[in-house]
């Protein structure tokens, strides 16, 4: 009998309207005192120290002790240099006195060799990871043109920008008139998010974390459409004693609920935005729905057997079942628009259809997308080529919230498998692999029960 797809309990089947249209600002909010007035400028600073840090020799350069500078405010800088012999380089540095982050700090490296300029780099916000590079376009530093690279966890968010003029000039150039030379070619919107448009993310991700103790992790566990702990595959209950034996020390039975996997745990998740709103959970049948994905001759005959992609079928359900929801008809995955396909980086392998991104560019992409689409949470699909014959094959599933706390750096918030795990870890962890993301409009903060 043909499988009726339909993951919100009894959703009427409507013409379908792609869910999401992703805005593709160049420009931060606060434009007009771009970078904002408690931004510490040292350019003021910069003129004065010139021509006895800048442009000095490096010889008189590696003579200087490291000195304390103040600006026409009385704000105080700290002006350094520091030597890389194996890089050949130096380094001079003007940064915030005693501060607590990278914020305002600017650099000019230098060749040990002959003391030409290599690059200048600074750091608009908190996050040493974002971070602008000014390089000379040709040999000579007063060459009329300048280049400038926006780097976003190490990918090129822009890249070799011109900036009109001679990199000397840069050496006391202010950010803001930086930004005005390059504001239509530098995505000055990935330097300078609005930190105060997260609530709603920050609070899912405490409603989570409060509720951790209510799960154990047990292998092919879910909760059904009434909230009954039962098995994935058959939908039979779950063993009271495999979830007793599932416990960490420590937690108390009296709280647990019951167990979950990576998938069961992903669709606790999205229960958590459905149930308030839809008066009970999601079935589990119909999202193992198949979804479009890499068939062909080879991997047709292990599909089921296999189960091949499982994890990218979920995931796509899971994340349609939230659009249905708002739409009020069943919204097929492929009409819903949840499978994240944005490009935004120079030079990276970028998305590969059903496949998704290298593991290495995760961060970096769901940086754009908290900027970008912020608002959102997303499910991913982790795969490999794995088994006899070698496939690919979507064997995990992880959720990921990214936000920016109250200080303006940025959080992935990782969960998987009723647990929180730290960003870096699950991508060290998963680094040969791929992932495929699937994007979930977050709920405002009190309507999200998990």
Excluded at 184 to 210: F, G, M, Q
Aim: one cysteine or more; glycine letters at 6%; hydrophobic letters at 40%.
């Amino acid at each position: 009998m043909k499988r009726v797809y339909s993951v919100i309990l009894a959703a009427s089947v409507a013409a379908a309207v792609p869910a999401y249209v992703c805005a593709a600002p160049s420009l931060p909010a606060n434009r007009e005192s771009f970078p904002g007035p408690l931004y510490p400028e040292s350019a003021g600073v910069r003129s004065g120290i010139l021509e006895s840090w800048l442009t000095a020799g490096t010889l008189e350069v590696s003579a200087l002790d490291p000195v304390v500078v103040s600006d026409t405010n009385g704000f105080l800088y700290l002006v350094s240099r520091k030597r890389d012999a194996a890089a050949g380089l130096f380094e001079i540095s003007v940064e915030p006195y005693n501060a607590r982050n990278v914020r305002g700090k600017w650099s000019l490296f230098r060749r040990l060799s002959d003391g030409s300029p290599e690059r200048i780099v600074l750091f608009p916000g908190p996050d040493e990871a974002i971070r602008l590079e000014l390089r000379p376009s040709a040999d000579s530093a007063s060459s009329d043109k300048s280049r400038a690279d926006l780097m976003v966890y190490g990918q090129y968010a822009a890249r070799s920008v011109p900036v009109g003029l001679p990199f000397v000039r840069l050496y006391s150039l202010s950010l803001s008139e930086l930004y005005t030379l390059t504001e239509t070619s530098i995505p000055w919107d990935l330097a300078a998010p609005d930190n105060t448009l997260y609530a709603d993310i920050e609070s899912a991700v405490a409603e989570i974390r409060d509720a951790l103790p209510s799960l154990v992790y047990l292998d092919d566990g879910a909760f059904d459409e009434h909230g009954y702990p039962v098995l994935i595959r058959d939908g039979s209950a779950q063993d009271p004693q495999a979830v007793r034996n599932a416990l960490a020390n420590g937690q108390d039975i009296a709280r647990v609920a019951g167990g979950v996997n990576c998938s069961g745990f992903a669709k606790w998740i999205i229960d958590g935005i459905v149930r308030p709103r839809a008066g009970s959970q999601l079935f589990i049948d119909p999202l193992k729905t198949p979804t479009a994905a890499p068939n062909t001759h080879f991997t047709e005959p292990y599909r089921e057997s296999r189960d091949l992609f499982f994890g990218l079928d979920w995931t796509r359900n899971l994340a349609s079942a939230v659009v249905s929801l708002s739409a009020g008809a069943t919204v097929r995955p492929d009409e819903s628009g949840v499978d994240v396909t944005v490009n935004p980086f120079s030079g990276a392998s970028g998305y590969k259809p059903a496949v998704g991104y290298r593991m290495s560019e995760l961060v970096p992409v769901l940086y754009w997308l908290a900027v970008r689409e912020r608002g959102h949470l997303y499910l991913g699909a982790v795969s490999r080529e794995r088994g006899t014959p070698p496939l690919r094959q979507y064997h995990h599933i992880a959720a990921f919230f990214p936000w920016f706390d109250s200080t303006g750096r940025f959080r992935l918030t990782v969960f998987e498998s009723a647990a929180e795990t730290e960003s870096a870890e699950f991508v060290s962890r998963n680094a040969d692999a791929w992932i495929h993301l699937v994007r979930v409009r977050a709920p405002e903060a009190g309507y999200f029960v998990p």
